[in-house]
């Protein structure tokens, strides 16, 4: 198995839908983030979640609702989207204490119609 | 003023030459700095971190670090088509909570 699983790759959704993404890291990792990935923006933090607690909420609309059940999973529900809101979202792992050592999925593609 | 700072690109190069790909960042007490490789479609991958003045040699790889003028460069020695992709810069904050904050990214294509 892949280090880090994302599911879906792709996911299209209308502007009322609810979806989630999930993640799941099997390295053992403490720490999991998620990232948005637009075209000529950086790479912008989400969610931080270490040992299962949110460590990091980048000011993220509240239609973004992420979840991390264990140190191996980590969801980002989502409903009520806008279509500004179509990217890529990575999630990444991390050893421990912010290394800034990353391990990224493969990056679910969003698109919100 | 952005965080961390890239030339966009694309840098073009031939095979076998060096490839300099240079980065900048704005918080002076910054500590730790990366590159990330990105090939198009897929995520990105850590391939260098250095954390003194300096360089730090791994392979065809060199990445350079001068605190004082506040930047950062990767070295690509003997450039490959394969290493066509765009390379990230990142860098983590100084103080508190340990942000990652990633640069746009630079293109390079390698040309046969």
């Known amino acids: 198995e892949t280090g880090v699983t994302q599911t879906p790759r792709h996911l299209v959704m209308g502007m009322t839908n609810k979806k989630s993404l999930k993640c799941e890291q099997h390295?053992?990792?403490?720490?999991m983030y998620w990232y948005k990935q637009s075209a000529k923006k950086p790479l912008e933090l989400m969610f931080v979640?270490?040992?299962?607690?949110?460590?990091e909420n980048n000011s993220v609309p509240s239609r973004f609702s992420p979840e991390c059940p264990n140190s191996s999973h980590l969801f980002l529900h989502l409903h009520t989207l806008q279509p500004e809101d179509s990217a890529l979202y990575l999630c990444?792992?991390?050893?421990?204490?912010?290394?800034?050592?990353?391990?990224f999925g493969e990056g679910s593609r969003l698109t919100v119609l | 003023q952005k965080e961390v700072e890239q030339n966009s690109g694309p840098l073009s190069v031939p095979e076998g030459a060096i490839a300099s790909l240079n980065c900048t960042y704005s918080?002076?007490?910054?500590?730790?700095f990366f590159w990330y490789r990105q090939y198009s479609g897929k995520s990105p991958e850590l391939i260098m971190s250095?954390?003194?003045?300096g360089d730090k040699e791994d392979g065809r790889f060199t990445a350079q670090l001068n605190k004082a003028s506040q930047y950062v460069s990767l070295l690509i020695r003997d450039s490959q088509p394969s290493d066509s992709a765009t390379y990230l810069c990142?860098?983590?904050?100084?103080?508190?909570?340990?942000?990652?904050?990633f640069g746009t990214g630079t293109r390079l294509l390698v040309s046969p």
């Open positions: 990444a792992s991390e050893g421990q204490g912010y290394t800034g050592e990353l391990f």
């Open positions: 390295l053992g990792h403490n720490a």
């Open positions: 979640y270490n040992f299962k607690e949110q460590t």
């Open positions: 918080d002076r007490g910054s500590q730790s």
């Open positions: 250095i954390y003194s003045n």
């Open positions: 990142a860098v983590i904050k100084g103080t508190g909570f340990q942000k990652l904050v």
